[in-house]
């Protein structure tokens, strides 16, 4: 999807859409921009015969014998109406309790903790032996269709959605239809109050223009639908404090200072190790160990400290 960061954006794409619609407020389908890895599963006659990363957009990973191991895809759809060929996309995630399990399996063999839950689903997707993939929860859910041959005639990509979900495929419940742009920014914030409490990550939500005859009549430029905008979150941050700095060398002898954190959940994760990039920021940023510290992290990059809150430093710390 092309991406919006702010109120004006999203007004904006409404007003694209309006223009080709001559109309007055649109309707949309909107839900989740969940944080996981997009999947395309390819069904011919109702059995699913393939599964592949989104990749470039053209070409991607076979991963299909991995996919057969996630306990909530459907192998073979049910219900009416099930078409001879048909491409379910969606994503696949690691919910935030499985996430949490599966480090405390790292920590128990002695391995190296995963950074987060989308870095984890990607790893365990792309594990060679299925296996391996089949002991850690993944969990999908559809969002749209690609390829169709055959199935029912459909007019809104609601229908479309409640389509997927008689097949049996599993649908996230927080999608709605909402009208006009204060419907989109209302949704945005609604979902945004509830984002800290749910059992997965989302980076933002997905608008889509409700009406699939408007969806054609807009079309794509290039790759990006411009029917649809993903409206993303700010960054999350907390604050925590900086227990120490300690520097890591890399493999091409690159110096990178790391701060040790004292434990602070942000972005969906328990952070406790963060970025400080190199001593020309540190320096900028006049980060002491000891300080109050403002803590980023934003989907899958590495948390990183924004900087210190100078109000809250006690004395006068040396310089690192």
Not at 92 to 98: E, G, I, K, P, S
Not at 142 to 153: C, F, L, M, S
Not at 169 to 184: E, I, K, N, T
Not at 209 to 225: D, I, K
């Amino acid at each position: 999807w092309n991406n919006a960061f702010a109120a004006q954006d999203v007004t904006a794409f409404d007003r694209r859409v309006r223009e080709v619609v001559a109309g007055d407020a649109v309707e949309y389908e909107v839900g989740p921009k969940f944080d996981g890895l997009a999947i395309s599963l390819t069904y011919i006659d109702g059995i699913l015969t393939q599964a592949a990363t989104r990749g470039d957009g053209y070409s991607g990973e076979d991963v299909t014998a991995n996919i057969r191991t996630v306990r909530n895809i459907p192998l073979k759809l049910a219900g009416a109406a099930i078409p001879a060929l048909v491409e379910i996309r969606g994503e696949v995630l690691m919910l935030r309790a499985d996430f949490e399990r599966l480090n405390q399996q790292q920590d128990a063999r002695g391995d190296k903790r995963f950074a987060n839950p989308r870095n984890a689903a990607a790893g365990s997707l792309r594990q060679l032996d299925s296996r391996i993939t089949a002991s850690r929860r993944l969990t999908f859910f559809a969002y749209n269709v690609g390829a169709i041959e055959g199935g029912p005639a459909l007019r809104s990509q609601a229908e479309l959605m409640d389509w997927l979900g008689g097949l049996h495929l599993p649908l996230c419940d927080l999608r709605a239809v909402v009208s006009g742009v204060q419907g989109l920014l209302d949704y945005y914030a609604a979902i945004g109050a509830k984002r800290p409490a749910l059992p997965f990550d989302i980076d933002g939500v997905v608008y889509k223009v409700n009406s699939l005859a408007l969806q054609a009549q807009l079309g794509f430029v290039t790759r990006e639908p411009r029917w649809a905008v993903a409206h993303k979150y700010p960054a999350e941050e907390a604050l925590t404090t900086l227990l120490d700095i300690e520097v890591q060398v890399g493999r091409t002898g690159a110096i990178t200072p790391v701060a040790r954190l004292a434990p602070v959940f942000v972005g969906g994760v328990t952070v406790t190790n963060a970025t400080l990039h190199n001593q020309d920021e540190i320096d900028r940023k006049d980060v002491r160990i000891s300080d109050t510290v403002i803590v980023r992290r934003a989907g899958d990059v590495i948390p990183e400290v924004v900087g210190p809150v100078f109000d809250r430093r006690v004395g006068d710390p040396p310089r690192f």
